[in-house]
């Protein structure tokens, strides 16, 4: 069974520094690119930053040079390091493994709020 468990989340003032962390359960992990998404309140959700299997990673423009996203393959987690934290950037954050050839999951989401 695949349990992704999302932590880190948080009250930060602007321009500080939070990092997410997304531990998964089970043996697909090293198989699996993974995302962090993020949805505000009345928006859609957003998809903030990937990272294949190889490490290769994307972001959306609007995080470029303040998040990176990681992974550490021997504890089966990815990271998101948030920095220059903005009142925009205040979502629940999701973390969504995606498996080769199965069907992605998710997890339960963790709050992060950026005072001005």
């Known amino acids: 069974q695949v349990r992704l468990v999302e932590s880190g989340g948080g009250l930060v003032q602007a321009g500080g520094s939070l990092r997410l962390s997304c531990a998964v359960s089970g043996t697909i992990f090293k198989i699996s690119d993974v995302a962090w998404y993020r949805q505000a309140p009345g928006k859609q959700r957003e998809l903030v930053a990937t990272?294949?299997?190889?490490?290769?990673?994307n972001y959306v423009d609007s995080v470029k040079g303040r998040f990176t996203i990681s992974r550490d393959n021997a504890k089966n987690t990815v990271y998101l390091q948030m920095t220059s934290l903005k009142p925009e950037d205040t979502a629940v954050y999701y973390c969504?493994?995606?498996?080769?050839?199965?069907?992605?999951?998710w997890g339960q989401g963790t709050q992060v709020t950026v005072s001005s």
């Open positions: 990272i294949t299997t190889s490490a290769t990673t």
């Open positions: 969504n493994l995606r498996p080769r050839n199965l069907v992605p999951y």
